[in-house]
């Protein structure tokens, strides 16, 4: 851990370098799913919006947020294990779902 530490390697990668390699089945299940939690999942993990600035918008608390967010993440997750199996286990990297 120390070595990683010190060359810098122990970072987990930002969203937009991991953004091409994200399960591609990501986009055919969104649909699926309720509308609220779509929008949810698509402002905030997607395009990177800030969960204070989304909870402002649609006039909620901050704690409400939290929880209808991890609401739809757990929707999300089940539905990818359901369709994809295996791969989400190594979550979704390099997808052989096609």
């Known amino acids: ?16 370098e991991l953004r091409p390699a994200v399960c591609a089945c990501l986009k055919l ?16 993990d997607l395009n990177g919006e800030s969960a204070a600035s989304v909870a402002k918008d649609l006039g909620l608390t901050p704690n409400n947020l939290t929880v209808r967010l991890h609401r739809a993440r757990q929707v999300l997750r089940k539905s990818l294990e359901e369709s994809c199996g ?3 286990k190594h ?7 096609d």
């Open 91 to 97: 979550g979704c990297l390099n997808c052989t779902c």
């Open 86 to 88: 295996i791969c989400t």
């Open 1 to 16: 851990m120390q070595e990683l530490s010190v060359s810098d390697t122990d970072k987990t990668p930002a969203f937009d």
């Open 29 to 44: 299940l969104l649909p699926a799913l309720r509308p609220a939690y779509v929008d949810l999942l698509t402002r905030i």
